[in-house]
C-alpha cells in the first residue's frame, strides 16, 4: 500500500506537532505519525515549562491557569545560593504545561486544519529514489506502508531515528547522543508533610542544577535535578543537596526520568528531501536545557521557507532548503552555540566562587536595586561599556578579598574569548552551500578548544564536556 503528502513529519512531541500545524495551516497536505498511543504521547514527563513570550511569539493558542493542561503562569522565580543564606528573585515569564494534555489539545486543532494523525505508527526505513530521499516505510498493526512526500521530517526525539539513518555522505551528521551529549534529569513529584512549612514551588538551587517546581496535585511540589554523564550523577547530586540543605518533610508519590541534548547542533539541518528539529537536532537552550520554545523558533523559519518552495514544482533539494540553515544558525543558533561555549567557564567554578557570583549579580543582570532582574528573552550575553567596567570590578574585588581564584576567571576570560568567536562564526554562516565544507572546518577548530568543566561536589566529581 501506497500513499503520497506533501510533508510527513515523524514525532508528534511538541516539535513534530507545530511545524505539521504551520505547513498544514499553508494549505499543504500534511501527515504526522507517531509510535506512541495517541493516551501516550508525553506520558513520559508529566509538567514542563514553557517561556512565555516564546508561546505568544509562535502563535500557540493561549493557556489559561485551571484548565487540564495549564497548572500556572509566573514572572518571577526565586534563586538560592548554594550556601543558603542568600536568595533572591528573577523574572522568569514562565508558563507551567502538564504535556500530554497540551498535545491532546494541540492534536484537535491539527486535524481541524487538516493535519492527518497516524498513531502507533513506527518508522521502519527511508525510500530513496536515485540516491535521494522520497518517502518512508512504516509499520502499524503489523502492516507495511509506503508513504511518499516532498519532505520528511524528523522530530523523533533525542534517538532520531532518521537522521541518524542517513547515509554519512547525505549532508547532515549522524551522530547518536552518547552519556556526555545529554543531560541526565531526575523528577520526584512529592507531597509536603505540612503545607504550611515547605520550600516555594519556584526556587532554584543552580549550583546542583537542581530546582523545586509546581505541580498538579494540591500541596505538591516537582523536586527537580539534571546532571551530565548519568542518571547517578543527577541522583549524587540530589543526595548532597538533601543532606545540606534544611528541607522540610515530605513523601515521594512518583518518579521521572529523562534526557535532553547537551551538546552542538548538527552543522546542517537539511538535505535532500529532508530536516531534522527538536531533540532529533540537538535545539536546546543551553544554560536550561529547555528546548521546546526553542525549536518553535526554528520551526517558523523552517515553515517559512518549506511552504514557498513547496509552492514550486521540482524535488526539494538541499540547496532549496539551505535557507533553513542560514535564517536559523546565523541568529538562535549563533546565540547558543555561544552559550554552550561559555559554559566551559562558568561551570568551572567552585561552590563559595558561585556564591559570590549570584550574590554580587555576576551571573544573573541584577541591575538596581529594586528592580528585578529581566529575562533574557533573545539569549544575548552582550554587556555595554559601563556594565563591563562594573563586572571586571566585582570580578577583581573578588580576587582581592579571596572569593574568586585567578586560574578561573582566566578560565573564564578564556571561555567567553572562544564564546565571542564561535557566535562570529555562526553569524557568518555561509549563504552559499558551496562554502559550508570551509566554514565546517574552521566551526572544528574552534569547537576543539573548549575544555571540559568539573565540578566537585562532596560525594562526586562531574565532568561537563
Request: hydrophobic share 40%; with cysteine.
Amino acid at each position: 500500500m501506497t500513499e503520497s503528502y506533501d510533508v510527513i513529519v515523524v514525532g508528534a512531541g511538541t516539535a513534530g506537532t507545530y511545524l505539521s500545524w504551520l505547513l498544514a495551516k499553508q494549505g499543504n497536505n500534511v501527515l504526522l505519525i507517531e509510535k506512541d498511543e495517541k493516551e501516550k504521547v508525553g506520558k513520559r514527563l508529566d509538567v514542563i515549562h514553557f517561556e512565555t513570550d516564546r508561546i505568544e511569539k509562535a502563535g500557540i493558542p493561549p493557556f489559561r491557569v485551571g484548565d487540564p493542561d495549564c497548572i500556572e503562569i509566573r514572572e518571577t522565580s526565586i534563586v538560592a545560593t548554594p550556601d543558603f543564606t542568600t536568595v533572591f528573585n528573577i523574572r522568569a515569564l514562565q508558563t507551567i504545561v502538564r504535556l500530554t494534555p497540551f498535545l491532546n489539545r494541540m492534536y484537535k486543532i491539527l486535524e481541524t486544519d487538516g493535519v492527518k494523525l497516524e498513531f502507533s505508527c513506527i518508522f521502519k526505513e527511508l525510500i530513496y529514489e536515485k540516491g535521494r530521499i522520497v518517502g518512508i516505510k512504516t509499520e502499524k498493526k503489523g502492516k507495511i506502508t509506503e508513504l511518499f512526500a516532498r519532505i520528511v521530517v524528523d522530530a523523533s526525539g533525542k534517538e532520531a531515528f532518521i537522521r541518524t539513518s542517513l547515509p554519512d555522505d547525505y549532508g547532515v551528521e549522524t551522530f547518536k547522543l552518547g552519556p556526555d551529549d545529554v543531560m541526565y534529569v531526575l523528577l520526584q513529584y512529592i507531597k509536603w508533610d505540612d503545607p504550611a512549612n515547605r520550600i516555594s514551588n519556584d526556587t532554584g538551587y543552580n549550583w546542583w542544577l537542581l530546582w523545586f517546581g509546581p505541580s498538579y496535585q494540591q500541596d505538591g511540589a516537582i523536586l527537580g535535578v539534571g546532571q551530565p554523564g548519568s542518571f547517578k550523577n543527577a541522583e549524587l547530586a540530589r543526595e548532597d543537596f538533601l543532606k545540606r540543605a534544611n528541607v522540610p518533610p515530605y513523601k515521594v508519590i512518583k518518579e521521572e526520568l529523562g534526557m535532553t541534548p547537551y551538546r552542538r547542533s548538527p552543522y546542517s539541518l537539511v538535505a535532500d528531501g529532508f530536516l531534522c528539529i527538536g531533540d532529533a537536532a540537538a535545539i536546546t537552550y543551553p544554560f536550561s536545557g529547555h528546548g521546546v520554545t526553542a525549536t518553535w523558533m526554528l520551526c517558523m523559519i523552517a515553515a517559512e521557507v518549506i511552504g514557498r518552495e513547496l509552492k514550486k514544482q521540482g524535488y526539494l533539494t538541499r540547496e532549496r532548503l539551505w535557507e533553513v540553515n542560514v535564517n536559523y544558525f546565523k541568529d538562535q543558533g549563533a546565540k547558543f552555540a555561544s552559550l554552550y561555549m561559555q559554559l566551559s567557564g562558568v561551570l568551572n567554578f567552585k561552590e563559595k566562587e558561585w556564591n559570590y557570583f549570584l550574590k554580587k549579580g555576576l551571573i544573573y543582570k541584577t541591575g538596581d536595586e529594586e528592580e528585578v532582574p529581566e529575562p533574557n528573552k533573545e539569549y544575548e550575553e552582550e554587556m555595554n561599556f559601563a556594565e563591563l567596567i562594573r563586572f571586571l570590578g566585582k570580578l577583581l574585588w573578588g580576587i582581592i578579598k579571596g572569593k574568586l581564584t585567578i586560574k578561573h576567571i582566566v578560565r573564564l576570560i578564556g571561555a567567553n574569548g572562544l564564546a565571542g568567536k564561535i557566535k562570529k562564526h555562526y553569524e557568518n554562516y555561509p549563504d552559499d552551500i558551496n562554502n559550508f565544507t570551509k566554514w565546517v572546518r574552521e566551526a572544528e577548530k574552534l569547537w576543539k578548544k573548549k575544555k571540559v568543566a568539573i565540578k566537585r561536589l562532596p560525594n562526586a566529581t562531574i565532568d561537563y564536556p
